[in-house]
C-alpha cells in the first residue's frame, strides 16, 4: 500500500486560508469515508483534527474543515493563525489489511 | 483527562530487541484498541499494527510481521509494542495511539518514544 499524496508545502498570510489536499486510489480514500486529518507540531506528537472525513473533535476550531471528493481529500484551515504553522497528515482506511495509510505530510507555513 | 503515557528512549545495537510501554488512564482501557505509528527522523507516519485491549487480537503491518509483537495488561492499564532483529532504519519516535475500534481514528496519542539503533 502506498502513501497518499499531499503537497510537500502551503503558505499563507494570517487571515487567509489554505488547503491540503491528499490524493489516493479507491482502495483507500474513494473506497471508504474514513480519512483523518493530524496536526503535528515540531518534537510533539500528532493531534487529531479531522476525522471521518469532515468531522472535528471537540476543541478543535471550526477554522479546520475537511471534505472529499472521488480519490482525493481535502483539509482547509480557514483564517490561518501564528499556531497553525505545523505539519499536517492525512490518513484514510484501507481495508483489513492496512487499516491506515497515512499521507506523505505537508508542512503549512504562515508568512 | 485521557492520557498515555510511554517509556523513555532507548539506545539498541543491531540484531537486539526493543519493548516500548504505553501506559493509559483517563479511561476504559478495554473499551479501546492501541495503535502504534513510528516516525523516523525528519520522515512521516507509518502504521505498525494494532491491538485490542478487549480480547488481545492484533494486526500488523506486512513489513513488521515475524519481528514485532503486541500486548496489553489489563491489570495495569498498559500496551507493549516489541520488535526484534532491530536494524538502523527502525531508528525512528514510537507512538502508541488510541483508537475506538480497528481502523478507526487515533484520538489520544502517547508522547513519544525515541528509539535510536547504533553500533
Known amino acids: 500500500q502506498s502513501a497518499l499524496t499531499q503537497p510537500r508545502s502551503v503558505s499563507g498570510s494570517p487571515g487567509q486560508s489554505v488547503t491540503i489536499s491528499c490524493t489516493g486510489t479507491s482502495s483507500d480514500v474513494g473506497g471508504y469515508n474514513y480519512v483523518s486529518w493530524y496536526q503535528q507540531h515540531p518534537g510533539k506528537a500528532p493531534k487529531l483534527m479531522i476525522y471521518d472525513v469532515s468531522k472535528r473533535p471537540s476543541g478543535v476550531p471550526d477554522r479546520f474543515s475537511g471534505s472529499k471528493s472521488g480519490n482525493t481529500a481535502s483539509l482547509t484551515i480557514s483564517g490561518l493563525q501564528a499556531e497553525d504553522e505545523a505539519d499536517y497528515y492525512c490518513?484514510?482506511?484501507?481495508?483489513?489489511?492496512?487499516?491506515?495509510?497515512f499521507g506523505t505530510g505537508t508542512k503549512v507555513t504562515v508568512l | 483527562q485521557v492520557q498515555l503515557v510511554q517509556s523513555g528512549a532507548e539506545v539498541k545495537k543491531p540484531g537486539a530487541s526493543v519493548k516500548v510501554s504505553c501506559k493509559a488512564s483517563?479511561?476504559?482501557?478495554?473499551?479501546?484498541?492501541i495503535s502504534w505509528v513510528r516516525q523516523a527522523p525528519g520522515q512521516g507516519l507509518e502504521w505498525m499494527g494494532w491491538i485490542s485491549a478487549y480480547n488481545g487480537n492484533t494486526n500488523y503491518a506486512q513489513k513488521l510481521q515475524g519481528r514485532v509483537t503486541m500486548t496489553t495488561d489489563t491489570s495495569t492499564s498498559t500496551a507493549y509494542m516489541e520488535l526484534r532483529s532491530l536494524r538502523s532504519d527502525d531508528t525512528a519516535v514510537y507512538y502508541c495511539?488510541?483508537?475506538?475500534?480497528?481502523?478507526?481514528?487515533?484520538?489520544?496519542w502517547g508522547q513519544g518514544t525515541l528509539v535510536t539503533v547504533s553500533s
Open positions: 483517563g479511561y476504559t482501557f478495554t473499551s479501546y484498541g
Open positions: 490518513c484514510s482506511y484501507a481495508g483489513s489489511y492496512t487499516p491506515y495509510v
Open positions: 495511539a488510541r483508537a475506538q475500534g480497528f481502523g478507526s481514528d487515533l484520538d489520544y
